[in-house]
């Protein structure tokens, strides 16, 4: 079982937004700003898309944005297009070493 | 930019043990900025930490897995390796290897993953 919750699935028409939600707990994405948020396409590898709660790595649209309050992390795509189809799994340090992480989330672009 | 690749078996008999090597490519491994981490993915399921390793040595390991489970390093081949013993069907899985920025968390490079199936 996922330490973080994430809602299993969201749906967005082409070029509207979707966010998606992580909640942890004060030991985790409400103590520390280091949460990072990955896409990962059927088959392929996770790609790293933000950081530290807001940045993004070069290379990555400015249509997706990082955001957090308290112990809840979000994860908003804008001008949603077909290519943002995938799952997107959230992950955040605990301290001690431990990471946790979010039991990911399917976007579908209808 | 750094390329990670993992290598090992992909079928393994229950009670044995995994192993699997990820070798580090236009790049060393010996960097300061970075821990070297091993990743699993169960079919149809998401992401799991398994542990990750300092290229001078230093382990930190899932708590869920730690009882079963050594990563070292091979500097000198840079490469990391991971070994998880006594495997049971819940072990099946892609594991991916990547790098892990220090401080931060991030896992900023990753490997394309390889499946690991455990089964008589």
């Known amino acids: 079982q996922s330490a973080l919750t994430q809602p299993r699935s969201v749906s967005g028409s082409p070029g509207q937004s979707v966010t998606i939600s992580c909640t942890g707990t004060?030991?985790?994405?409400?103590?520390?700003?280091?949460v990072s948020w990955y896409q990962q396409h059927p088959g392929k590898a996770p790609k790293l898309i933000i950081y530290?709660?807001?940045t993004r790595p070069s290379g990555v649209p400015d249509r997706f944005s990082g955001s957090k309050s308290g112990n809840t992390a979000s994860l908003t795509i804008s001008g949603l297009q077909a290519d943002d189809e995938a799952d997107y799994y959230c992950w955040s340090y605990a301290g001690s070493y431990i990471l946790v992480f979010g039991g990911g989330t399917r976007v579908t672009v209808l | 930019q750094v390329q990670l690749q993992e290598s090992g078996p992909g079928l393994v008999k229950p009670s044995q043990t995994l192993s699997l090597t990820c070798t580090v490519s236009v790049g060393s491994i010996s960097t300061a900025d970075y821990y070297w981490i091993w990743i699993r993915q169960p079919p149809g399921k998401g992401l799991e930490w398994i542990g990750y390793?300092?290229?001078?040595?230093?382990?930190y390991y899932n708590p869920s897995l730690k009882s079963r489970l050594t990563i070292s390093v091979d500097t000198s081949k840079n490469q990391f390796s991971l070994d998880l013993s006594s495997v049971t069907a819940a072990d099946t899985a892609v594991y991916y290897c990547?790098?892990?920025?220090?401080?931060?968390?991030?896992?900023?490079?990753w490997g394309k993953g390889t499946t690991v199936t455990v089964s008589s």
């Open positions: 004060s030991s985790d994405v409400g103590g520390y700003n280091y």
């Open positions: 990547a790098r892990l920025y220090d401080f931060r968390y991030y896992m900023d490079v």
């Open positions: 390793i300092y290229y001078l040595g230093t382990t």
């Open positions: 530290d709660v807001t």
